[in-house]
């Protein structure tokens, strides 16, 4: 089941998932630097900085990795324990689950077989799923492939369905869990859809999960194999990247990783790290803050897309009819998986978050690919109020791929 941590109904699934009260006192190492150099002007020094803003603004409560690519170098920077109570720093290259991220590996695989013809971005979903998204007012025909990866569908996002908010808070025993992603479509398909695709009209724009479970489903059709074989050929192994995988329903992360942990009551603690959630393709895919700044900066420089697919990727849309999206997420407009989010420099920066349950990601390049960064965060106690954490991860992204001192 993929879990972001913002549904678009306006709830927050980790709300749902746990009643978080009290704290844990996690011993909280220094924040260490990378021993190599970076390049003139944003430093590991301002790093460090940044890192330890945004390990305040969640309270305390979040371990932090971030990583910076550019050509003079790497640079890294950590804050937080390996575990709650342990004295052990979060380790460099933990594995984290990149939730939502995904989205951007599935989106890059679908237009990779729109280069190659063997689909098209305007085809119908009734074309490849016949009789999938119907009934309750729901009707495949209206809704292009397009409309799946810009969130333009206007379907009901499954995670929001009050059986799979029931599973949700009670997470521990339901932590195993593997809904196929077929069984979860049929769940959105008992609900109203929030609107209807208008061809040549205004364009709205909500976030559905549901959408990437169909986007992958097609993607099977006419790519001849499943999303995940798709993304490990097309991406993982083109790219090299040695530390990304996607486990299935596999509940085990590869180590090194953070374990993650909420607190359930008054001096008592939940690991949540081993789960089962986040096995379909709106959230699948594990990975580290390295893999995820090389695969967006091969994204951002054509290694991985045509010029015409990546311009199409590109071309967003204003988020009309989702608050609590822009509430949380608030720069920007979305494109095919991909988020466009104006720099304080002048330019823009593509991006996409994954938030889970403890979990969140924030990776983006520039529209060069010249610079990248990715922020892992991970739960150690109580949710972090996700507008001020997005501040401050915001304003960290920004200095970095802005290279400011």
Not at 108 to 130: I, M, N
Request: charged share 20%.
């Amino acid at each position: 089941m993929g879990i972001r941590a913002k549904s678009a109904g306006g709830t927050s699934l980790a709300t749902t998932v746990l009643l978080v009260v009290g704290s844990l006192a996690a011993a909280a190492p220094a924040p260490a630097a990378s021993v190599r150099p970076g390049p003139s002007g944003y430093s590991v020094a301002q790093l460090r900085h940044d890192v330890a803003a945004v390990r305040q603004a969640g309270g305390g409560a979040v371990n932090v990795v971030a990583r910076v690519d550019a050509p003079g170098g790497p640079l890294q920077a950590r804050a937080g324990a390996a575990a709650a109570g342990s004295t052990a720093p979060v380790p460099w290259g933990a594995e984290f689950r990149i939730a939502s991220t995904t989205k951007t590996f599935v989106a890059t695989v679908v237009l990779q077989l729109v280069a190659e013809k063997r689909l098209s971005l305007d085809d119908s979903v009734e074309h490849w799923l016949p009789g999938v998204v119907a009934g309750h007012g729901n009707d495949g025909r209206r809704i292009t492939v397009r409309d799946l990866l810009r969130q333009t569908s206007g379907l009901f996002d499954y995670i929001d369905d009050a059986g799979v908010q029931k599973m949700l808070r009670n997470f521990d025993a339901n932590r195993y869990s593997d809904t196929p992603p077929t069984e979860l479509v049929a769940i959105a398909m008992l609900h109203r859809p929030l609107f209807a695709p208008q061809p040549g009209g205004r364009t709205r724009w909500a976030y559905s999960n549901t959408n990437y479970l169909l986007a992958a489903m097609i993607a099977r059709k006419a790519g001849g194999a499943d999303w995940r074989e798709l993304v490990e050929h097309r991406i993982i192994a083109r790219l090299g990247l040695r530390h990304t995988v996607i486990p299935g329903a596999n509940p085990f992360l590869p180590e090194p990783h953070a374990r993650v942990s909420l607190s359930t009551a008054p001096g008592t603690s939940l690991d949540i790290t081993d789960n089962s959630y986040q096995h379909t393709a709106d959230s699948g895919i594990v990975s580290t803050t390295e893999d995820l700044n090389t695969f967006f900066r091969a994204l951002a420089s054509g290694e991985l897309l045509p010029a015409e697919q990546w311009r199409e990727m590109r071309q967003t849309v204003s988020r009309t009819d989702d608050p609590e999206d822009v509430r949380e997420q608030p720069l920007g407009d979305y494109g095919l998986g991909l988020r466009k989010i104006p720099l304080s420099c002048g330019s823009y920066s593509y991006a996409h978050e994954g938030d889970g349950i403890g979990v969140y990601t924030r990776p983006a390049v520039t529209a060069d690919g010249h610079r990248a960064v990715t922020i892992s965060l991970t739960s150690t106690s109580t949710l972090p109020d996700l507008p001020a954490l997005n501040k401050a991860t915001n304003a960290l992204i920004d200095n970095a791929l802005c290279n400011r001192s």
